[in-house]
C-alpha cells in the first residue's frame, strides 16, 4: 500500500510502498543506507547485501541523489534511525535517474541557490518553511472565520494606487494604464460596507527601489477589514489574532521549528497584552540609542529593531504623524497632526509584520486629502461614494505573510519565505 512518510508510525511491522526521491545514501561494509524524501518527511531505509536480491543492491549502488524512485518493504521501529522507523527494502524502483543535481548535500551560498529555487525548494529546510507558511496562512483563516468573518477577494488589476505612487507597477491595460494592486485595502472598505466584516488574501505589489531583507516586490497581505469599528478594536483583532496563530504554530508544527533550529522560548513567550505605544513615545524609546531619529521621521529598519529589543512581545505602536501615513488615514480629532494609525511591530528585529488603522470616513475631508496627495479624483470616485452611502467609522489592517513567517521561522530574510520571491534584482525561476 502506498502511503507517505508522515504516517509510518502507524504501519510499523506492515508491508508499505513510499514513492518519492533519493535523498541521500551512504554505505557501511555490506550494508547500503538510503535516505527516501516524498515530501512528508524523509525515511532511512536499509539494504543488506545477502538479504536481497544481487540485482536490487546494483541499483542502490547506482541510484543518484533526486532520483524519483518507488521503494517497497517492512517499517521497524527503530530508535537510532532518524524519525525513529526505518524501512527493510524487498524492492526498488527507478522512476528516473537524475543526473547531476546541482544542489549537493554540501553548504551552498546564497547566490548559488537562488537561482536553483526550483530545485532548493527540496531541501529539509524549506521544507519546513513551506510547511510552516501554509499552518500560518490556515490559522489566520480559521481565526477571521471563526469569527463570522466573510473572504472577499480584492482585485490585482487596479486603477488607482493604495500605498503611494512611487511603489506603482504599471501594466498596460487595453487602451489605458492599470496597476498592480499594492494592497486590497480600498475594495475591502467596500465589502465591509457590504457584508460586516471582510478580509482579502493574495498577492500584493510594491516597486521597490531599494534591497533589503524584507522588502519583495510581490508578496502576500492577509488583510481584515471592519465596519463599525475604531483604533482600539483594530489593535485588539491584531493582538488576537497573532497570539493565534502563534499557539497554532507552536501546537502543530514543532517538528519544523525544530528542523530550523527555532529557539522556541522566544515564541512561547508571547502572550496577551502586547505594549501598545504612541509613536512619540516610541520615539523616546528609539532616541535613548539614535540620537539621530527626529519627532516626524518614518521608522527605518535600525529603529525597529531598537524597540523590538525593548519588548519580547510584538509590539503595537499607534498615533504616528499623520505627514508620513497615507491619505486615507483619520486624523485624530483631538491632534490633527496625527494619524488613528497601527503598526505592529514583530520581536527579534523581524520588523513591520502589520499597518492598518482607522479610515478616513468623512467625504469632504477625503476629497480633501485626495487633492493634498495630487491624486486622480476620477479614479477614486467610486471610493468616495462609500463615503456618501452610510458612512460610518471603520477600519482593518494587512499582515505581511512573508515578514511574518520569517520572524516565526526565525528566518532573517524574506526571500526563503515564499516559493518563488521577486525582488529587485530577481524574476527567474
Ligand atoms: O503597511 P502597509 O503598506 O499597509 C497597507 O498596505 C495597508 N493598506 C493594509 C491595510 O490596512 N489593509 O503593508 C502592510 C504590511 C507591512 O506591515 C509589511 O508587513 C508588509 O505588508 N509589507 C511588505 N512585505 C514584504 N515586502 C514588501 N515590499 C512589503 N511592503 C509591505
Ligand atoms: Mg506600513
Excluded at 538510503?34 to 515530501?39: C, E, K, Q
Excluded at 480600498?186 to 527601489?209: D, H, I, S, W
Excluded at 505581511?400 to 526565525?410: A, D, P, Q, S, Y
Amino acid at each position: 500500500m502506498h502511503i507517505y512518510i508522515e504516517d509510518i508510525g502507524k504501519y510499523q511491522g506492515k508491508d508499505v510502498i513510499i514513492k518519492g526521491w533519493l535523498f541521500n545514501k551512504r554505505s557501511s561494509g555490506k550494508i547500503r543506507f538510503i535516505l527516501v524524501r516524498d515530501g512528508t518527511g524523509i525515511i532511512q531505509s536499509v539494504i543488506a547485501k545477502g538479504e536481497v536480491k544481487d540485482e536490487l543492491f546494483k541499483i542502490v549502488d547506482k541510484i543518484t541523489q533526486e532520483s524519483s524512485v518507488i521503494l517497497t518493504g517492512t517499517v521497524r521501529k527503530d530508535d537510532r534511525a532518524p524519525g525513529g522507523y526505518e524501512i527493510i527494502a524487498k524492492d526498488i524502483k527507478v522512476i528516473q535517474m537524475a543526473e547531476d543535481y546541482p544542489i549537493t548535500p554540501k553548504e551552498h551560498s546564497i547566490e548559488f541557490l537562488l537561482p536553483f529555487r526550483h530545485l532548493w525548494l527540496r531541501s529539509k529546510k524549506q521544507n519546513a518553511i513551506m510547511r510552516i507558511r501554509h499552518e500560518i496562512i490556515k490559522a489566520c483563516r480559521d481565526f477571521l472565520d471563526n469569527q463570522g468573518f466573510i473572504n472577499a477577494d480584492t482585485p490585482i488589476l487596479t486603477p488607482a494606487a493604495v500605498e503611494g505612487t512611487t511603489t506603482l507597477f504599471q501594466v498596460d491595460y487595453y487602451d489605458q494604464n492599470a496597476y498592480l494592486s499594492q494592497s486590497g485595502q480600498l475594495y475591502n472598505e467596500a465589502t465591509a460596507a457590504a457584508l460586516g466584516k471582510v478580509y482579502c488574501f493574495g498577492p500584493t505589489f510594491r516597486a521597490e527601489k531599494s534591497k533589503t531583507r524584507r522588502h519583495l516586490t510581490e508578496f502576500w497581505m492577509l488583510e481584515p477589514e471592519v465596519a463599525y469599528i475604531e483604533l482600539d478594536g483594530i489593535m485588539d483583532l491584531a493582538e488576537d489574532m497573532t497570539v493565534y496563530f502563534v499557539e497554532r504554530i507552536l501546537e502543530k508544527r514543532k517538528k519544523e521549528l525544530k528542523i530550523l533550529e527555532r529557539d522556541i522560548s522566544k515564541l512561547e513567550k508571547i502572550k496577551k497584552p502586547f505594549p501598545r505605544i504612541t509613536y512619540k513615545q516610541a520615539v523616546e524609546i528609539i532616541r535613548k540609542k539614535d540620537k539621530q531619529l527626529k519627532y516626524g521621521d518614518d521608522f527605518g529598519a535600525p529603529h525597529e529593531t531598537i524597540l523590538s529589543d525593548s519588548f519580547d512581545n510584538p509590539i503595537l505602536v499607534h498615533h504616528y504623524p499623520a505627514g508620513i501615513k497615507a491619505f486615507y488615514m483619520k486624523r485624530d480629532p483631538n491632534d490633527e497632526s496625527l494619524s488613528l494609525s497601527v503598526d505592529m511591530i514583530g520581536p527579534e528585529g523581524s520588523g513591520e509584520l502589520i499597518g492598518g488603522g482607522q479610515r478616513e470616513d468623512d467625504y469632504k475631508t477625503l476629497l480633501k486629502r485626495l487633492k493634498e496627495n495630487n491624486l486622480p479624483e476620477k479614479s477614486y470616485e467610486w471610493y468616495l461614494d462609500l463615503r456618501k452611502f452610510g458612512t460610518c467609522p471603520h477600519g482593518g489592517f494587512g499582515l505581511g505573510l512573508e515578514r511574518t513567517i520569517g520572524w516565526i521561522c526565525g528566518v532573517k530574510h524574506v526571500r526563503e519565505t515564499i516559493p518563488f520571491p521577486r525582488m529587485l534584482d530577481r524574476v527567474y525561476p
